[in-house]
């Protein structure tokens, strides 16, 4: 991974749990395009990783007006904080729209992104857009994301700023209501791997468990497990 600074970036962005809301441009559209009335889904809840960390969860989504905003915070064992923010915008008309967000985690290093996507006529998306990773590094990103029977599939590829790609591949399958199931694979230029996948449910309570578990390159496993409940103001949403 030495010579591979795209992977590593992409890494990083994996392992801060950013890559939840980079390449999920199609569902974001949709979101967007049906949302007449604004309405916010908070998340609150704990989490604990096989590492030995925990810590809690508190987020806000906001719908409505061809606009989706999102801002998270988890505060870790040791009272430090990472935070989330994210801004999507849709015109249903155009059939295109912007994606920014900025992460910053425990450490204080921050990480962003900014992007545009556009709805094709055949009913994919396809996204492209900049990633600034920590220190200034910076890679471009271009996918497509096409719908399937139970969510969506999407491919991409993560330039470097020396020209080296990673290759993204990613899945999004409902399995039930409010059952969905993301995996998420990155191989780098040297071949390397970085795998993630990340298993939600919902209960009709609004209750909810997310389990995450990534897979280094060199083949060990970290598991995040999450409890939460969700309260929604206005409008109802789909989980």
Do not use: C, W
Not at 67 to 84: D, F, M, S
Not at 123 to 141: C, E, M, P, R
Not at 217 to 239: L, N, V, Y
């Amino acid at each position: 991974m030495k010579n591979d600074p795209s992977f590593k970036l992409v890494a990083a962005v994996i392992l801060t749990g950013v890559f939840l809301a980079l390449f999920d441009s199609a569902h974001a559209a949709d979101e967007t395009a049906t949302a007449k009335k604004r309405h916010t889904r908070t998340h609150t809840g704990t989490y604990q990783s096989s590492n030995g960390n925990s810590g809690t969860i508190n987020s806000t989504v906001t719908r409505g007006a061809g606009e989706t905003t999102r801002n998270g915070t988890l505060t870790n064992q040791n009272g430090q904080t990472a935070t989330h923010t994210a801004d999507r915008t849709y015109d249903k008309t155009t059939g295109t729209g912007t994606v920014s967000s900025s992460t910053t985690d425990f450490d204080g290093d921050t990480m962003s992104r900014q992007g545009t996507f556009t709805k094709n006529a055949d009913g994919t998306v396809s996204s492209q857009g900049t990633l600034t990773g920590y220190h200034g590094k910076t890679a471009t990103y271009a996918d497509t994301t096409t719908k399937t029977a139970t969510g969506s599939t999407t491919t991409g590829t993560i330039i470097g700023a020396n020209g080296k790609t990673a290759t993204v591949n990613s899945s999004v399958t409902k399995t039930a209501p409010g059952d969905v199931t993301r995996d998420t694979t990155v191989t780098g230029a040297n071949g390397k791997t970085l795998e993630k996948e990340v298993a939600t449910k919902i209960n009709p309570d609004g209750t909810g468990t997310r389990i995450v578990e990534v897979t280094k390159p060199d083949g060990t496993t970290e598991t995040r497990t999450e409890t939460f409940a969700i309260t929604d103001t206005g409008a109802p949403s789909k989980p």
